[in-house]
């Protein structure tokens, strides 16, 4: 059986000039010349693809308004309406700040980042245990991870990529700056990194389906939530915090760090899972609009006859 191509531990051949990547390509560079600019006026056009993006991508659009709707029923459709659109501003700034976490040098970055809590992470490294820190999809995620980076190494789980191109380029921006990047699916080589002592990003706060997932109240929703959080506990003793990064608005950052969970994991999945989408609806009260309600957070309903909401 032909081995499969490994973009991230090789250069790229002549396959990657093949017209189906010529959109990634074009992409690609567009996000490096953005690096270029001086930040504050970065984040400014992210502001206006933000906009564009509220305009233009009605689908998406739909699904953050939806989002927001179930999720904060209290509020009027007006301040929902102002929601939506601060939301969408901030997925545009992402973009850019995902640009900049990629491309820009160090030096950009010195001073833009501010910690809350770090005692918290602090305390559990020196448990001995390695650290799975329960990550959101926030906007700033990618600046969040380059700022964490300045304060300690970590070994970040990532989705990998359909395009080889996109691929390839996202490890090498990230090549030297964070740890060892892992695969989502390779759950053994996570679990050794957390057994060595570890500190790993770990991301289960999107809808992945049914399979090795289990209902728990997300904003008084049920919603699907994976069950590897309590599993990888588990298997691999190490603490479990969560990390949150918000956008000040102003170019800088804060970082907060959550307390460690005490007595996890549980012995049952669904009271595990009610904690971590706990600590996450924590997480996006104190910044709404700068989470990823593009994402359809309840697109697995409980039963296979629920309506579907989006």
């Known amino acids: 059986m032909k081995k499969k191509r490994d973009p991230r531990s090789e250069s790229l051949g002549l396959y990657a000039a093949h017209p189906r990547f010529w959109g990634d390509w074009l992409w690609l560079s567009l996000t490096w010349l953005m690096s270029k600019l001086p930040f504050d006026l970065a984040l400014r056009c992210g502001d206006g693809i933000g906009m564009l993006f509220y305009w233009l991508a009605r689908e998406r659009r739909h699904i953050a308004a939806t989002n927001l709707r179930l999720c904060f029923p209290e509020l009027s459709e007006a301040q929902r309406a102002q929601m939506l659109r601060e939301n969408m501003r901030n997925t545009g700034r992402g973009l850019v700040e995902t640009a900049l976490a990629w491309w820009a040098p160090d030096g950009v970055f010195e001073g833009r980042g501010r910690f809350h809590g770090w005692e918290n992470m602090e305390r559990a490294r020196a448990s001995g245990r390695g650290v799975l820190m329960l990550c959101g999809h926030f906007t700033s995620l990618e600046v969040g991870g380059r700022l964490l980076t300045q304060r300690m190494s970590f070994d970040p789980v990532y989705r990998p990529h359909k395009s080889p191109v996109v691929e390839y380029f996202t490890h090498e921006a990230r090549k030297g700056r964070a740890g060892n990047a892992i695969p989502r699916d390779d759950v053994r080589g996570l679990v050794r990194a957390l057994r060595k002592g570890n500190v790993v990003f770990y991301l289960p706060d999107q809808d992945y389906g049914r399979k090795h997932s289990v209902f728990a109240p997300f904003f008084g929703i049920q919603a699907a939530t994976v069950t590897a959080v309590s599993r990888i506990a588990r298997m691999s003793g190490c ?26 994991p549980g012995e049952d999945l669904e009271a595990d899972a009610a904690r971590v989408n706990a600590a996450f609806e924590e997480g996006v009260r104190r910044a709404p609009t700068q989470y990823l309600w593009v994402h359809r957070r309840f697109k697995t309903r409980p039963e296979p006859g629920d309506p579907k909401l989006y």
Do not use: R
């Open 239 to 264: 603490a479990v915090l969560p990390l949150f990064y918000y956008g000040a608005g102003d170019g800088t950052y804060d970082l907060v760090v959550g307390e460690p969970f005490e007595n996890f």
